[in-house]
């Protein structure tokens, strides 16, 4: 049967977005496409829960180990490369997963982008020195919630690019970025299959929590170690979840323990905000993680979308 749309695998950080992924793919001939912003990037294996080579090897998947931590790739070059690749997937009859947690980067490849003004380097280069400056990111992220009140609760303030992007777009526009609209939607969009996966609030933390601790014992310093030895310690990637802390502690600014209690916190928080986004997505399709009916209802779904 042809099967000419993507279905979307989604949730909190830690319900088991990949392995989910991973089954429905070899059930109903898939190809996963990542939608994580880190786990773009070359040499951030651990501290992205990125699938291991041996799995990746079993059926194809796209979209991983794509850049280096140096190169700029924002959410439209991801949406481009993207659409090119489920429409490479749909021409074949196979059925492309998305499998992630940045929506932002979903939103950019189901919906399409406002187009907003385009990157200023001076003024980018500015906003950064501001905020490598002590108590810097908190005052950007005030000035943000002063002229864009939306996007102030919407951004975390440690997220230090997208604070950046925002304020570039207000000075540069005159107009929130919050304002901007994205396009009506066009013939060349492709309907999806959206499908999140739930777990007790409980389950969830127990779920995060040793996750983190996991990824320490498996050498989350040592990575990151490796990784300023190539990259500068202002580049994107190395500004995350996880490896924010790991530098922290290859610098000598935290210890292993400060580091893995603050990286617990801040993805909790960070599940929170994806829970958020997705009880406000429209047309999501909730299964339960817990159960062990969850996959069998999801290829009841796909079998009913096409």
């Not at 003004?117 to 950064?128: F, Q």
Request: proline letters at 6%.
């Amino acid at each position: 049967m042809s099967r000419q749309f993507l279905v979307v695998i989604a949730g909190p950080t830690g319900s088991g977005k990949s392995d989910f992924a991973f089954r429905l793919a070899e059930r109903c001939n898939g190809e996963i496409v990542n939608y994580d912003s880190v786990q773009i990037y070359r040499g951030f294996d651990i501290g992205s829960a990125k699938p291991s080579p041996a799995i990746r090897s079993l059926l194809p998947h796209h979209l991983f180990d794509i850049a280096g931590a140096d190169e700029e790739l924002n959410a439209a070059d991801f949406a481009a490369r993207a659409r090119a690749i489920c429409n490479g997937i749909l021409s074949r009859n196979h059925l492309p997963i998305l499998a992630g947690g940045t929506f932002f980067y979903l939103r950019a490849l189901l919906s399409g982008l406002p187009e907003m003004p385009g990157r200023d380097p001076e003024l980018r280069g500015r906003l950064h020195r501001i905020a490598s400056a002590p108590r810097g990111q908190a005052r950007l992220h005030r000035w943000l919630s002063r002229v864009d009140p939306e996007s102030g609760r919407r951004i975390a303030p440690a997220d230090r690019h997208r604070v950046e992007r925002a304020l570039e777009v207000w000075i540069t526009s005159g107009k929130a970025i919050s304002s901007w609209q994205p396009p009506a939607a066009s013939a060349e969009q492709l309907p999806s299959l959206k499908l999140a996966l739930s777990l007790p609030r409980e389950e969830l933390v127990k779920r995060i929590n040793d996750r983190v601790v996991s990824m320490y014992r498996q050498g989350l310093v040592d990575e990151t170690r490796a990784l300023l030895a190539r990259y500068p310690e202002a580049a994107r990637p190395l500004g995350t979840i996880g490896y924010k802390e790991a530098v922290a502690v290859v610098r000598g600014r935290m210890t292993e323990e400060e580091a893995i209690a603050e990286t617990q916190r801040r993805t909790r928080a960070y599940a929170k905000r994806q829970m958020t986004w997705l009880r406000a997505e429209p047309g999501v399709h909730w299964l339960d993680a817990t159960g062990s009916e969850a996959l069998a209802q999801a290829l009841k779904l796909i079998e009913e979308q096409a």
